[in-house]
């Protein structure tokens, strides 16, 4: 299992951070944590995966109004070419203009998921930039060869390495409602947050979640994740949670991993959500 907590430009001060564990019935176990600080890394990293099933922190697809009125191609893979092929000036300059013309309240596109899982528009480039994670990730993921149900094949040869859009904000609103348990901010990273990592870890170790899966942690390990003052690996953490989940339901027969047969096969779609 694999929980992947995403950033569209890695750096030592905000790395990529996975969470590589191992699933059995009930229990997700955390066996270590990784930081990649850049492309390179990260890439190699993809490449050289054994046979897993992986929770991204990131959105795979954009919303169909978006991609219908730009005149795009509709077809996934077709769209995420032309999407590659972009500089992220000229995301920002199309999708701004397309909000522009919009009126207020509805600036943004969604795609049918973020109802359910709460999660942020997948074209929105700022605070938090997740247009820029997808085109700095999903390309990476299918160049690599992973399969994402529902959306992408991957390689046929071999076992194959799955890819799950996933939103640690989901697990961690069920456990512990909007209480903030993170910050990237120095000045804001203060006790309450502190206290709301503890119970969450708390809540994840005793199993208090609709996903049906108990955390399993050292006690090292659970003192690092409270002192994630920035959450990056807590988030990583939940995002592997979620991937156990998602084997858990492959386990009992579901060939898309948990994902709903209503998918859009242009949007993609949160698991769990």
Known sequence: MIGC?????????????????????????????????????FETWLRQQEPCVGAFDLPFGLPRELVEHLGWPQDWLSCLRHYAGLSRADIRAVFSAFCAARPVGAKLAHRATDGPAGSSPSMKWVNPPVAYMLHAGVPRLIDAGWRLPGLHAGLTEGLPRIALEAYPGLLARELIGRVSY?????????????????????????????LGLRLRL????????????????????????????AQSRHQQGDARFGLPVTLDPLEGWIVSA
């Open 5 to 41: 907590d995403f950033t569209s430009s890695p750096s030592h001060r905000k790395p990529v951070v996975l969470a590589i564990g191992r699933w059995q019935p009930g229990v997700v176990s955390l066996d270590r944590l990784v930081a990649l600080t850049n492309w390179a890394d």
């Open 182 to 210: 993170k910050s990237d901010d120095g000045a804001r990273q203060n006790t309450e947050r502190l206290i709301a990592r503890k119970n969450l870890l708390t809540a994840l170790e005793a199993g208090r979640t609709r």
């Open 218 to 245: 050292t006690h090292a390990q659970r003192e690092s994740l409270v002192d994630d003052a920035r959450g990056d690996r807590l988030d990583a953490v939940l995002c592997m949670v979620q991937a156990g989940w």
